[in-house]
């Protein structure tokens, strides 16, 4: 298989995970020289410049520097702005795992273990986050999910069980002769996200710092489910039972589709983000239908429509951080939820955005060495992440 054929993909954004798999781990074999030649053949594909902001310059110039230095002991020499641009967009998109990767790609194995004997960390490095959540039922009971071996869970009008890291709900009787509705509630903590499935067959990808409020049967003529912090959805179609989502005071309803609802409650607006189908959005004042690749955004004065990259949204759900045109602030929310860390910010640290991909499951030292430049200065004490100028 020649992968170099894959390139127009990558130039074009239309290379799949598992194709951008298999190429991250072709690339990982390579040379230093050869994973230079492959640089400059994507670089030639490029056909338009994109224009970074200053912030992302400075940072992959600096990648670039220590590239270069770790070819040779000679002098760093010098590139033109373009040039420089054109192999950091190269870097970005090519690779969409972040800058981080650059910096161990290119030093040989020797050296590498060499650092990693004589350089330890300041502090003590933080895991990423994995898959758990606490499941409430309707009579108070609570089941830690984390750790739990697969199988069945309980009985409660429905079948709950726990499989590949998923939990089901199989509608088949409601409890005795009451008509009263039993709800359950799925919470994510820091560091967590989980995966659910209802009884309706809707599947849901419940982020960190997340939790749905959900019906165990849907016996009524709609289907509704209260969602906090963020959660991607797959809607069962059923024309006869609407679906609704209800955070922070918007109401999605949908009748089977694809979507992201955002509603963290330390975001400036909340935000249902339409990948596929049609959902119509609405608040106490306003009423607003949404089509695939819209985003409603509802905070105090209103609904806004705009249209945004789908795949950043639910980068989340692809096990990756999507940091494009990403202020600082908001970069650090989602990485202090999956991290479980509280961020600290220093006098004067500027106002920058970053730019491309991170997998989330590099420990936060590694990402953290991948979003630092000379502007902006990280490091870790306890559950604390510091950041200075």
């Given at each position: 298989m020649n992968y170099l054929d894959w390139l127009p993909k990558f130039a074009a954004g239309t290379a799949t995970d598992a194709e951008r798999d298999a190429f991250n781990n072709w690339l990982q074999s390579l040379s230093p020289e050869a994973f230079r030649e492959v640089l400059a053949q994507y670089e030639a594909l490029l056909s338009t410049q994109q224009q970074l902001g200053p912030h992302n310059e400075r940072m992959?110039?600096?990648?670039?520097?220590?590239?270069?230095?770790?070819?040779?002991?000679?002098?760093?020499?010098?590139?033109?702005?373009?040039?420089?641009?054109?192999?950091?967009?190269?870097?970005?998109?090519?690779?969409?795992?972040?800058?981080?990767?650059?910096?161990?790609?290119?030093?040989?194995?020797?050296?590498?273990?060499?650092?990693?004997?004589?350089?330890?960390?300041?502090?003590?490095?933080?895991?990423?986050?994995?898959?758990?959540?606490?499941?409430?039922?309707?009579?108070?009971?609570?089941?830690?999910?984390?750790?739990?071996?697969?199988?069945?869970?309980?009985?409660?009008?429905?079948?709950?069980?726990?499989?590949?890291?998923?939990?089901?709900?199989?509608?088949?009787?409601?409890?005795?002769?009451?008509?009263?509705?039993?709800?359950?509630?799925?919470?994510?903590?820091?560091?967590?996200?989980?995966?659910?499935?209802?009884?309706?067959?809707?599947?849901?990808?419940?982020?960190?710092?997340?939790?749905?409020?959900?019906?165990?049967?849907?016996?009524?003529?709609?289907?509704?489910?209260?969602?906090?912090?963020?959660?991607?959805?797959?809607?069962?179609?059923?024309?006869?039972?609407?679906?609704?989502?209800?955070?922070?005071?918007?109401?999605?309803?949908?009748?089977?589709?694809?979507?992201?609802?955002?509603?963290?409650?330390?975001?400036?607006?909340?935000?249902?983000?339409?990948?596929?189908g049609k959902v119509r959005v609405h608040d106490q004042h306003s009423s607003m239908e949404l089509k695939p690749g819209m985003q409603a955004r509802q905070n105090s004065t209103g609904i806004k429509l705009a249209e945004v990259d789908t795949d950043q949204i639910i980068a989340w759900k692809n096990g990756l951080f999507n940091f494009n045109q990403i202020s600082l602030q908001s970069g650090l929310r989602q990485i202090a939820r999956w991290y479980d860390v509280e961020v600290v910010y220093e006098k004067n640290v500027p106002g920058i955005t970053f730019a491309g991909k991170i997998q989330r499951n590099l420990s936060l030292q590694q990402i953290l060495k991948g979003l630092e430049d000379d502007q902006v200065h990280f490091r870790i004490k306890g559950k604390k992440l510091i950041v200075s100028p």
């Open positions: 992959l110039q600096n990648i670039l520097s220590k590239l270069e230095n770790e070819k040779s002991t000679a002098p760093v020499r010098s590139l033109s702005t373009g040039k420089w641009l054109r192999y950091a967009a190269a870097v970005l998109v090519l690779l969409g795992i972040g800058t981080w990767f650059l910096l161990r790609k290119q030093q040989d194995p020797q050296t590498l273990a060499t650092k990693e004997k004589t350089e330890q960390p300041a502090s003590p490095d933080i895991p990423p986050g994995t898959a758990g959540a606490l499941l409430t039922l309707a009579d108070g009971r609570t089941i830690l999910l984390d750790s739990l071996q697969p199988g069945a869970i309980a009985e409660q009008g429905s079948n709950i069980l726990l499989k590949d890291g998923e939990l089901s709900y199989t509608h088949w009787q409601q409890n005795g002769s009451s008509s009263t509705t039993l709800f359950n509630t799925m919470q994510t903590p820091r560091g967590r996200q989980f995966q659910l499935t209802l009884p309706d067959g809707t599947r849901v990808w419940l982020n960190a710092m997340s939790s749905i409020r959900f019906p165990v049967a849907f016996p009524g003529n709609t289907r509704e489910v209260s969602i906090t912090g963020e959660a991607y959805l797959e809607v069962a179609k059923d024309a006869s039972k609407p679906f609704m989502v209800h955070s922070n005071g918007i109401t999605t309803e949908v009748l089977g589709t694809s979507f992201n609802v955002n509603a963290y409650d330390d975001e400036d607006a909340t935000r249902i983000t339409l990948l596929e």
